[in-house]
C-alpha cells in the first residue's frame, strides 16, 4: 500500500524567501508529525496534529515556522524569511494512534537555503 | 531533560551479530523503537519494544530492555552487508498511543564482506 509521500524531495532557495513543504500521510493516519533532520544528528521533533489541529507545538524553533492540516489528512510546513541554518532534510511521519504509536516516515524534503 | 544516547559507530564482519546500545533517561517512556535509516531514505520502523518487557525478538532481530538501567540494544543474528546503514533509537515522548519521539543521535554500523 502506498507509505507517508513528501514533495518536493529537494528544495534549493534562497535566504529570506518562503518555502512550503507538503506532506501525505498514510489514508487513515489520524496522526502527523514533522521532524528536522540535521546532518549527523536523529530528527528532532517540529509539531504534531491529531485530525486537523496542532496538538503539540513546542518543536518549532521560532515563529518563522508554521504548519496546517486543514482537511486532517494532507499537512504543508510553510518556513518564512528562510535563513542559511534552516537547511535541514525535513520528515513527515504519520500513526493510526494505535497503543504502540508506530510512527511511519516519508522519504523527507532535503531543504538548501543558500 | 530527555535524552537518548548511542554509540556512534560499529563495524562488523558479515555473518558476524551486531549489538547497537543504547541509553534513554526518560522512565515514564511506554515504548521504545528502533529504526533503520539507508543513505538517502527516510527511517524504517525495524520494531519496538513495550516497556513491561525485557525482550522481543523478530526473525534475525532480538530487543533486550533493561529498564532499571535505562538500557536498550538490539542485535542483529548472522549481520548481512545489506544491514549496513544508520540504526536509531528513540523513546515515546509521553507514553501512550500518541506524541512525538526522541531520537538518539544514531549508530553507523558497517558490515565487512
Known amino acids: 500500500g502506498a507509505g507517508v509521500s513528501q514533495t518536493p524531495s529537494n528544495k534549493v532557495t534562497e535566504k529570506g524567501k518562503y518555502v512550503e513543504l507538503r506532506c501525505d500521510p498514510i489514508?487513515?493516519?489520524?496522526?502527523l508529525y514533522w521532524y528536522r533532520q540535521s546532518l549527523g544528528q536523529g530528527p528532532e521533533f517540529l509539531i504534531y496534529?491529531?485530525?486537523?489541529?496542532?496538538?503539540?507545538d513546542s518543536g518549532l524553533p521560532n515563529d518563522r515556522f508554521f504548519a496546517v492540516r486543514p482537511e486532517g489528512s494532507v499537512s504543508t510546513l510553510k518556513i518564512q524569511r528562510t535563513e542559511r541554518g534552516d537547511s535541514a532534510v525535513y520528515l513527515c511521519?504519520?500513526?493510526?494512534?494505535?497503543?504502540?504509536?508506530?510512527?511511519?516516515f516519508g522519504p523527507g524534503t532535503r531543504l538548501t537555503v543558500l | 531533560g530527555e535524552d537518548v544516547e548511542q554509540s556512534l559507530f560499529l563495524s562488523v564482519r558479515e555473518g558476524d551479530s551486531s549489538v547497537i546500545n543504547c541509553t534513554y533517561t526518560?522512565?515514564?517512556?511506554?515504548?521504545l523503537y528502533w529504526y533503520k535509516q539507508e543513505p538517502g531514505a527516510g527511517l524504517q520502523l525495524l520494531t519496538y519494544?513495550?516497556?513491561?518487557?525485557d525482550m522481543k525478538q523478530d526473525q534475525r532481530l532480538t530487543v533486550l530492555l533493561n529498564k532499571k538501567d535505562k538500557h536498550l540494544s538490539l542485535r542483529i543474528a548472522d549481520t548481512q552487508t545489506g544491514d549496513s546503514a544508520i540504526y536509531f533509537c528513540?523513546?515515546?515522548?509521553?507514553?501512550?498511543?500518541?506524541?512525538?519521539?526522541?531520537f538518539g543521535k544514531g549508530t553507523k554500523l558497517s558490515v565487512k564482506p
Open positions: 511521519a504519520s500513526s493510526d494512534g494505535t497503543s504502540a504509536n508506530e510512527q511511519f
Open positions: 489514508s487513515g493516519h489520524t496522526a
Open positions: 496534529f491529531q485530525g486537523t489541529g496542532a496538538a503539540d
Open positions: 526518560d522512565s515514564s517512556s511506554t515504548y
Open positions: 519494544i513495550f516497556s513491561n518487557m
Open positions: 528513540a523513546e515515546s515522548m509521553r507514553g501512550g498511543s500518541q506524541g512525538n519521539l526522541i
